[in-house]
């Protein structure tokens, strides 16, 4: 099973493509049909935060050790025009947008932690875990 992989997302098609990626990584490791629909999810919900704020970027998709355990990590990165205020983006009903700001809460909510990073004019990177419902040696 090929643990590392990227994902373009330029276009809202790429949002699928990365979401099957998640959805077939997730489900080689062994995680619950509840638990693979909500990593496919979250990796929809980041992806569309991409195409629709910084127009492209890349979800990562990788196995690696977290607080000593074993997760399936997901990146999400951009180089578009930052968040500038992170504490109110991971609120439920904001955005910047036209959108309902559900991506980032929604996203925090079905994984086992999320992080931001962004500065603006330089992007963001949003970086989402769920710990593997086995040890996998890592």
């Not at 509840?34 to 979800?59: H, L, W």
């Not at 504490?87 to 991506?103: I, K, P």
Request: without cysteine; negative net charge; glycine residues 12%.
């Amino acid at each position: 099973m090929a643990a590392d992989r990227v994902v373009a997302v330029d276009t809202p098609d790429d949002i699928v493509t990365a979401r099957q990626a998640g959805h077939d990584l997730a489900t080689g490791l062994g995680f619950s049909l509840t638990d693979v629909t909500m990593i496919a999810t979250a990796i929809s919900e980041v992806a569309r935060n991409i195409t629709s704020y910084a127009g492209r970027g890349e979800i990562r998709l990788t196995i690696s050790s977290r607080e000593n355990r074993t997760a399936l990590i997901i990146e999400a990165a951009d180089d578009g025009p930052g968040i500038a205020d992170i504490a109110r983006a991971l609120e439920d009903g904001y955005s910047t947008g036209r959108g309902l700001g559900l991506g980032l809460p929604g996203a925090r909510r079905l994984m086992d932690r999320l992080e931001v990073r962004s500065k603006l004019g330089h992007g963001t990177v949003i970086e989402m875990w769920k710990w593997a419902p086995r040890d996998t040696g890592i």
